[in-house]
């Protein structure tokens, strides 16, 4: 626990507000760690119908939720102010995409820039030896004996899945505290030690959009002439079924809210954004052999044609398949068996048995395209 300088470990715990950071840093303090709070305050919640506190993550209300866990607990806490940073590479690129008829994934940007940038380095200058957070993942010594993520004790709170852009170099200097732990198990320590925040509703969905839903957030943030009307057409026939407003009101798999009705139901199979074209057909057409991933992220070595786990979306359970490597960070995920609605924009993420119990270790993922 002591450092070369005689001092005890010292900590930065990124606190949301929320029960899962505030436990992590309980947790570390009852270790007897000198631990640090800090929250990155990301998003004016002004701007949208969201009531503070209730589901979000890091407004001003739960910038005094945490400050009051770091008061209690009696250790500094910090305010980093990262609302430009934000919008840059959370905010914007999640409208993009939309625009381009991709479905974005902003939690893995928000790991990427924010809290595994940006507080990575605050770390250094806070002369501190590790970054924890309330994520659902542990640590383990993988193979080679180098520390590895590793899939949480809970199999539905899971959030690895999230964290496949992480350099490998950084993963020795993590700490996820409640990995091993139940969210029940959580709250209850929560509050065994008196704090507040232990009944607090967890932020879901993507917690800067609200109640509005993503097409109405998506229109408030672009200017209207961006948007193209285009047409729904039957896949794989092509006959014109309708015309929509704009690609950015559809998902893959989505069923309802099409506008269009056939008689049978209809999913969306695929859009193109360059001709404004959503098409839509049976269920049967949304099961696919294999995906294209881009921008590969590697946490471990992989050798060609190996079998893996590989996750499509955070709710998917995963399935086993057989990575080909096509380039220098592009890979073609084989699947052993089809697998439905494989969206782009969304990630694939690859995970290896550990060996013990139901662990996976988290091996890498990228961007389906």
């Given at each position: 626990?002591?450092?070369?300088?005689?001092?005890?470990?010292?900590?930065?715990?990124?606190?949301?507000?929320?029960?899962?950071?505030s436990v992590a840093a309980a947790l570390l303090v009852d270790q007897g760690y000198d631990v640090v709070g800090m929250t990155m305050q990301v998003w004016d919640y002004s701007s949208c119908d969201i009531e503070e506190g209730n589901g979000t993550c890091c407004s001003s209300t739960d910038v005094d939720d945490a400050r009051a866990v770091a008061d209690r607990l009696d250790f500094p806490f910090y305010v980093a102010n990262c609302e430009a940073k934000f919008q840059a590479f959370v905010?914007?690129?999640?409208?993009?995409?939309?625009?381009?008829?991709?479905?974005?994934?902003?939690?893995?940007?928000?790991?990427?820039?924010?809290?595994?940038?940006?507080?990575?380095?605050?770390?250094?200058?806070?002369?501190?030896?590790?970054?924890?957070?309330?994520?659902?993942?542990?640590?383990?010594?993988?193979?080679?004996?180098?520390?590895?993520?590793?899939?949480?004790?809970?199999?539905?709170?899971?959030?690895?899945?999230?964290?496949?852009?992480?350099?490998?170099?950084?993963v020795p200097r993590l700490m996820f505290p409640i990995g091993h732990l139940k969210k029940e198990e959580?709250?209850?320590?929560?509050?065994?030690?008196?704090?507040?925040?232990?009944?607090?509703?967890?932020?879901?969905?993507?917690?800067?959009?609200?109640?509005?839903?993503?097409?109405?957030?998506i229109q408030d943030q672009v200017a209207p002439d961006l948007f193209r009307h285009g047409e729904v057409r039957l896949y794989p026939s092509g006959e014109v079924l309708a015309r929509h407003e704009g690609v950015h009101l559809f998902t893959y798999g989505q069923r309802k809210g099409l506008g269009v009705a056939t008689g049978e139901p209809l999913y969306v199979i695929k859009i193109e954004a360059s001709t404004a074209t959503v098409w839509v057909g049976a269920e049967k057409?949304?099961?696919?052999?294999?995906?294209?991933?881009?921008?590969?992220?590697?946490?471990?070595?992989?050798?060609?044609?190996?079998?893996?786990?590989?996750?499509?979306?955070?709710?998917?359970?995963?399935?086993?398949?057989?990575?080909?490597?096509?380039?220098?960070?592009?890979?073609?995920?084989?699947?052993?068996?089809p697998v439905r609605a494989v969206t782009p924009g969304q990630a694939a993420v690859l995970y290896r048995p550990t060996g013990a119990a139901s662990d996976l270790q988290l091996i890498g993922g990228g961007w389906i395209v």
């Open positions: 626990m002591d450092r070369s300088d005689g001092r005890r470990k010292r900590v930065l715990v990124a606190m949301s507000g929320g029960v899962d950071s905010i914007d690129p999640f409208v993009g995409a939309y625009l381009e008829g991709k479905t974005p994934l902003p939690c893995v940007n928000c790991n990427t820039y924010l809290k595994f940038d940006h507080l990575i380095r605050k770390m250094r200058e806070l002369d501190c030896d590790y970054l924890a957070t309330g994520h659902y993942a542990k640590i383990e010594m993988g193979v080679g004996g180098r520390p590895a993520i590793v899939t949480s004790t809970d199999d539905w709170k899971d959030q690895t899945y999230f964290l496949f852009t992480i350099h490998p170099d950084v959580v709250r209850k320590i929560a509050e065994e030690k008196g704090l507040l925040i232990a009944r607090k509703k967890d932020s879901t969905g993507i917690c800067f959009v609200g109640d509005k839903g993503y097409s109405n957030f057409y949304l099961y696919q052999d294999d995906a294209r991933v881009v921008q590969m992220r590697w946490l471990d070595d992989l050798a060609d044609g190996d079998r893996v786990k590989v996750k499509i979306r955070y709710a998917h359970k995963g399935s086993w398949a057989r990575i080909h490597k096509t380039g220098t960070d592009e890979v073609r995920v084989e699947f052993e068996e």
